[in-house]
């Protein structure tokens, strides 16, 4: 048998002898679970691989940030960035090595949700908060677009998991973990600090937890996330915030009726990720569950800490500021979950059968499936235009490279431009080039201040492609073009169409050459 096929061979097997009650063994919840997981792993990434003729938006955004490596980026911190271009080493020519990053990113997060569950559940119940992940599009469908927010999913179950440990041993080692953690979270995204604060309040209240502060860890955890971020600060400091201006220009709202509203929409909208998991959760649900011992106590509190307290402090920060709550906030809070759920609302593991359980797993992700493929697919014939995936980025790629190479001995340095066209350049070229744009998608605007690497001058110098929307601006190098790089060569337009069956128009994307000066 194919070594492929060994872990799709081993869950049904495992199903097969369990038809009646769960198996109480740790070591068979186990191999169930590290059995699921590389079939769900596998599964989305071949999935993804084949049904996505082109990239989305925020995989092509960091991906073409990656090729010039920085301490940050105008709108992130860089680690997400990073990771997609060393990932893509896999892939030269294409990106399915970044679907492979973002999917083993899930997996983690799914494996830190069985790690914490089996420190308060039973192994069958702590395998079910494990697999009712599958019913969680944040884990599901929302990978493969990689960004920063695919990233942060596992700093912050690292910092919950790594927490955990750290409280209840003391242990330096764990505290270090935790910092490491942090450090590196804050390199995927701020909002971690919106579970920082209520975690630190567990440490300082829970009598407990607090034992912790007598100790060197938590300065240990302090003193290394300091570390590992102090780069990146620099960096901000150097850039004049530039990242927090981004965060506070897309996230302001003033008006007062937004203060009701987007508690309420934030609610609405995390509704359709929370359901889906909580239909695989169902069975092993029971009464109310409260702790009896101190340290029980401390325990439930902690959990408290972790899961509702970011949400709640989200809750209070757009109530008193206006702040915009978006949807894909939530994508970190609900990773642990069914973990929260078990522990507060416990059924007997008698309860569970392992059909029972599996039938609703497999249902779920299928239905995931599913719907991650018909939400590209339909789109077109819906709303009469393609959407993002269906972009024919490959076949522009192709063709740049096609007739740059006739014209010139050396590969293309730099793609500036419009940044979607440009950044499925930057991805799909094999030689990696630069990216000169900014995130303004569907116009013509490249500037140094989003692609601090390079600018004008740079681009006139060592030569580059440049590319724009044909049917917006015409086939024609834009004037704005000709006072700025004046050596540019105007070539005609590239006509391609879109993936879909479905009428839609075609993509025009205008193109023209900046020789090399030497």
């Not at 506070?248 to 987007?262: G, I, K, L, P, Q």
């Not at 740059?404 to 499925?424: D, L």
């Not at 140094?448 to 390079?454: D, G, H, N």
Request: charged content about 15%; overall charge positive.
């Amino acid at each position: 048998m194919s070594s492929q096929l060994q872990p799709v061979a081993q869950l049904g097997t495992l199903l097969s002898r369990a038809s009646g009650s769960f198996p109480a063994s740790h070591l068979w919840c186990t191999r169930v679970f590290w059995a699921w997981l590389v079939v769900r792993t596998v599964a989305w990434i071949c999935l993804t691989t084949a049904t996505l003729a082109n990239p989305p938006l925020d995989l092509v955004e960091w991906l073409s940030w990656g090729h010039s490596l920085q301490m940050g980026y105008p709108k992130h911190p860089p680690l997400p960035a990073w990771l997609a271009a060393g990932f893509a080493r896999l892939s030269p020519g294409d990106v399915w090595g970044v679907y492979v990053l973002a999917y083993l990113t899930a997996a983690a997060c799914i494996w830190a949700a069985w790690k914490l569950a089996l420190e308060y559940l039973p192994p069958p119940q702590a395998l079910l908060a494990a697999l009712c992940l599958e019913g969680s599009l944040y884990l599901t469908c929302d990978p493969a677009e990689w960004s920063n927010n695919v990233a942060l999913d596992l700093g912050w179950a690292c910092i919950i998991l790594f927490g955990y440990h750290a409280v209840r041993t003391g242990s330096t080692r764990w505290w270090a973990a935790v910092g490491l953690a942090i450090g590196l979270t804050l390199l995927c995204k701020y909002t971690v600090g919106v579970l920082l604060i209520p975690m630190t309040a567990y440490l300082i209240l829970d009598p407990h937890a607090r034992r912790n502060l007598r100790r060197p860890g938590p300065y240990v955890a302090v003193g290394v996330a300091i570390a590992v971020f102090a780069p990146h600060l620099v960096w901000l400091v150097q850039n004049e915030f530039i990242t927090l201006t981004y965060a506070s220009d897309r996230t302001a709202d003033t008006r007062w009726y937004r203060r009701v509203w987007n508690p309420t929409e934030f609610t609405l909208g995390q509704a359709y990720h929370i359901l889906p998991m909580l239909v695989i959760l169902f069975p092993g649900l029971g009464r109310r569950s409260t702790p009896r011992t101190a340290e029980e106590v401390s325990r439930s509190r902690f959990l408290h800490a972790a899961i509702l307290g970011p949400v709640a402090l989200l809750y209070v920060i757009s109530v008193a500021t206006g702040c915009v709550l978006r949807e894909i906030w939530g994508s970190p809070l609900w990773t642990f979950l069914g973990v929260w759920v078990l522990v507060n609302f416990r059924g007997t593991a008698t309860d569970l059968t392992a059909l029972r359980i599996m039938r609703r797993v497999l249902v779920v992700s299928c239905l995931m499936m599913v719907f991650s493929v018909i939400t590209v697919e339909l789109r077109p014939y819906v709303e009469r235009l393609p959407s993002r995936q269906q972009f024919p980025g490959r076949q522009l790629t192709t063709e740049v490279n096609r007739r740059w190479n006739t014209q010139f001995s050396e590969p293309f340095p730099i793609v500036a431009g419009e940044a979607w066209a440009a950044g499925n350049v930057c991805c799909f070229s094999r030689h990696r080039p630069v990216l000169y744009s900014s995130g303004a998608m569907g116009y013509l605007v490249f500037e140094s201040k989003a692609t601090p690497w390079t600018n004008d001058d740079d681009l006139n110098k060592r030569g580059g492609v440049v590319l724009w929307d044909a049917v917006q601006l015409g086939d024609d190098v834009p004037m704005i073009l000709r006072d700025r790089l004046p050596r540019a060569v105007g070539q005609p337009p590239i006509d391609l169409r879109y993936h879909t069956s479905a009428t839609v128009p075609t993509a025009r994307i205008g193109v023209a050459f900046v020789p090399p000066s030497h």
